[in-house]
């Protein structure tokens, strides 16, 4: 627990334990753990002097912040105008069946959280799906299978 | 890079000079598109693959690669151009190169294969400027992409780039700025189409404590439109100097870039740019040897679409929830930590180099009487000619769809085009030969928005495209009023009762009036427009709205609950290919037997009616 304390600590100092840097640094712990743990928020409250509630307040507000430990791999379907006319919902549906949960949560074994955008601004290539920071272009309820089976694949190989 | 910094204007001159001469050394330059839609198209290995090749054949003094930003015309990515004849080659795939290197470059001969053809007239075209998409086009503030590696401010100097800041600090008063950019009638890009050189003096004449903020609004988050994107992407130094410029001129040493996280390119690129333009003394204290300091921070939005109104973006900024406050008082006597603060939309920023350079009666003489210049519109949907398009303001609706867009493709009929994103509105077909400015979308019941122009077809449905943004602002509303709050909710919830056949007469009057109340009681834009997707379908589709609660049919075939997919005995050919990827084990059949799909089964998900090649899937 003490590594734990001095990696948060580190985080925040790296912003100069400064209140207006609030959201800068939700987000580094956000990449450090992939999700903003309560321990390292209350870390924060303390360090910062500001109420725990308000730091929730703002991790909440933004979609980028997640209270929950997410998955090894992100999902994310595009549902901007562009890849909505052109069927992106029902890619998102097929993403939903084939890992078993809706968007905004996170498979069972922790591999995959599937999300929703609201524009990639990619839109000439709709619909879009990305996975971690790979794009996939023209996509349709076809290619969902592959699109996985590239993940999958990938944590057998580690 | 060097570490020297530019003390003058003729400092900047040698600098360029030198760069030049550099340039010129190369007979021949390739610049790959490389933007976020190049990359997820494979541009990258396009690049990798030229450098690779011309390393091969010891051609590195004589070729030079340029990744450039986006060029475009983003349907037929990864293209290049070869300059200096503008050789124009489309949708390559790594192993193109080899022969373009060994053929067109060394050997100066076309490549047939590799060249666009227009659809129109079945020809194919060699050379970009007699391509039809940019033909129609006036590209003064996106044209420029093309010569720049935008990871190389040198590119962005060699084409006369920080000539409009030499110019403005050298040989001009701030005051004289603000009247320059004043008389060429320059309006926000942002949506709202505000008098830019009036905003600016709104904030140079406010009570100064001290500190004024300039604020680059880059968190576009209107889905379907990435003009924003796309500038930041392939020439951030444009936007950089029309920031420089603009603090000047309102007497701001500070400024911000709040650009969208979901696009980690601009991130990228951005940032670099902020870095070398301080190198170079372009940012930082005494900016070219003047007695002005300036410098930016970059501010990375967390994806709240709300963040984009300029009072929840400051709060953002500040480190709090983006929600939006009352205004007046205007950020430009109270905004960023209670300072004046002056916020422009990217684009509205990369016009003041121009507008420096060129003087405000040339941009002026560009556009209709009350809207002056060009705006970047994002061409997308169901169009031809996917991309971004820069126009003159006033031009007609058809040309851009027609001519520069090249029409619907697939032989269906064009339906709407939806401008301003969920502010905004849809534009029916009686209205394609409108012209495009501030006020004519306004009275057709739209807005001119950031620039998004999403095309729609007979096949989308128009309650469907009002539940989208619906569902799209009732998940943005950040909740603080309760008539938006609430209100989007409770529109979205009669219009998806409409969409799954449970309308009932007197929906309509009522989605009428709850569409007022919001208009009227919320406090910020988001709010105040959140009713015109609804209002605009109504007021140019209102049978369409009908036909789903009267009949309970959807005329599109879009909404799931009113449709049925089924087979047509008379051109099923029983080829099983639907068979595989029905994911209910729906559709039964044998080959070259006629196959059967079990309703009850179907879960309509359409595996089945984009596998089938022989259009014997439909929808009823």
Not at chain 2, 31 to 44: D, F, I
Not at chain 2, 306 to 333: D, W
Request: aromatic share 8%; glycine share 10%.
């Amino acid at each position: 627990m003490k590594s734990y304390n001095f990696k948060v600590e580190s985080l925040i100092e790296k912003h100069s334990n400064q209140r207006k840097a609030l959201i800068p640094i939700l987000r580094d712990i956000q990449e450090e753990y992939n999700y903003l743990p309560q321990e390292a928020l209350i870390l924060v409250s303390e360090s910062l002097h500001i109420p725990l509630i308000d730091i929730v307040d703002v991790a909440t507000f933004y979609r980028a912040f997640s209270l929950e430990p997410r998955g090894k791999h992100t999902v994310t379907v595009c549902l901007g105008t562009a890849c909505h006319v052109r069927g992106g919902i029902k890619v998102l549906e097929e993403f939903e069946r084939k890992l078993n949960i809706t968007a905004g949560h996170t498979t069972e074994d922790k591999k995959f959280t599937l999300e929703t955008v609201n524009c990639f601004g990619c839109c000439a290539i709709g619909p879009v799906v990305v996975v971690d920071r790979d794009y996939y272009a023209q996509t349709n309820i076809r290619k969902v299978d592959s699109i996985l089976k590239n993940y999958r694949k990938k944590k057998i190989e580690q | 890079m060097r570490k020297k910094k530019i003390h003058d204007i003729i400092d900047l001159a040698k600098l360029r000079d030198e760069i030049k001469k550099k340039n010129a050394s190369y007979k021949i330059q390739i610049a790959v598109s490389n933007g976020t839609c190049g990359q997820a198209r494979g541009s990258e290995k396009i690049v990798h693959a030229f450098r690779k090749e011309i390393e091969r054949q010891k051609i590195q003094d004589k070729v030079k690669i340029r990744a450039t930003g986006c060029q475009g015309f983003c349907e037929v990515e990864p293209n290049i151009i070869i300059f200096p004849e503008g050789t124009f080659y489309q949708k390559l795939k790594p192993k193109n190169v080899k022969e373009i290197i060994s053929q067109t470059i060394l050997n100066n001969k076309i490549i047939d294969d590799l060249l666009y053809i227009d659809p129109k007239a079945n020809k194919k075209i060699v050379y970009e400027r007699e391509i039809p998409f940019y033909i129609k086009q006036q590209r003064i503030v996106s044209g420029n992409n093309v010569y720049i590696d935008p990871t190389d401010i040198n590119d962005y100097l060699a084409i006369g780039g920080y000539d409009a800041l030499s110019k403005a600090l050298s040989e001009k008063a701030p005051e004289e700025i603000i009247e320059i950019i004043e008389n060429s009638g320059l309006r926000g890009r942002g949506g709202a189409g505000f008098l830019t050189g009036e905003k600016w003096k709104l904030c140079r004449n406010a009570t100064n404590n001290g500190f004024k903020f300039v604020i680059c609004n880059a968190d576009e988050g209107d889905p379907g439109a990435y003009m924003d994107r796309s500038l930041l992407e392939g020439n951030p130094h444009s936007v950089l100097e029309g920031m420089i410029i603009g603090a000047y001129a309102i007497g701001a040493n500070q400024g911000y870039v709040y650009v969208r996280d979901e696009y980690p390119l601009a991130v990228k690129h951005v940032t670099l740019a902020v870095e070398q333009a301080r190198e170079y003394g372009l940012l930082g204290k005494n900016i070219m040897g003047s007695d002005f300091d300036f410098d930016i921070i970059i501010s990375k939005g967390q994806g709240a679409f709300v963040c984009g109104e300029e009072t929840a973006l400051i709060a953002s900024i500040e480190g709090r929830r983006g929600e939006p406050r009352q205004r007046p008082p205007y950020p430009v006597q109270k905004g960023l930590w209670g300072r004046p603060t002056n916020i422009n939309n990217i684009e509205t920023w990369a016009n003041v180099p121009l507008i420096i350079n060129k003087g405000a009666e040339w941009f002026s003489k560009i556009g209709t009487e009350g809207s002056k210049g060009t705006k970047i519109f994002s061409l997308v949907g169901k169009i031809n000619n996917t991309g971004l398009v820069e126009v003159p303001m006033g031009i007609i609706l058809r040309e851009i769809i027609y001519e520069i867009g090249g029409g619907i493709p697939g032989e269906k009929e064009f339906k709407a085009v939806q401008t301003g994103g969920p502010s905004g509105g849809c534009i029916p077909k009686e209205l394609l030969d409108l012209p495009i400015d501030y006020e004519s979308l306004v009275k057709a019941g739209s807005i001119m928005g950031s620039g998004g122009m999403i095309v729609m077809d007979e096949g989308t449905c128009m309650v469907d495209v009002a539940k989208y943004f619906l569902n799209f602002l009732r998940d943005e509303s950040c909740g603080k009023c309760l008539s938006c709050r609430e209100g989007t909710h409770r529109m979205w919830e009669i219009v998806n009762d409409i969409t799954e056949g449970k309308g009932k007469e007197g929906d309509i009057e009522l989605l009428e009036e709850l569409a007022k109340a919001v208009k009227l009681a919320s406090l910020c834009g988001l709010g105040q427009t959140a009713s015109n997707p609804v209002l605009s379908t109504l007021r140019y589709f209102r049978e369409e709205y009908e036909a789903h609660i009267r009949d309970k049919k959807c005329p599109a075939g879009v909404c799931k609950e009113l449709i049925q997919y089924s087979i047509d005995e008379e051109k099923c050919t029983g080829c099983t290919a639907c068979i595989k990827p029905c994911p209910q084990g729906a559709i039964k059949g044998e080959l070259k037997k006629l196959h059967s799909l079990d309703q009850s089964k179907c879960i309509k998900c359409g595996a089945c009616y984009e596998t089938c090649r022989f259009n014997a899937i439909v929808i009823k």
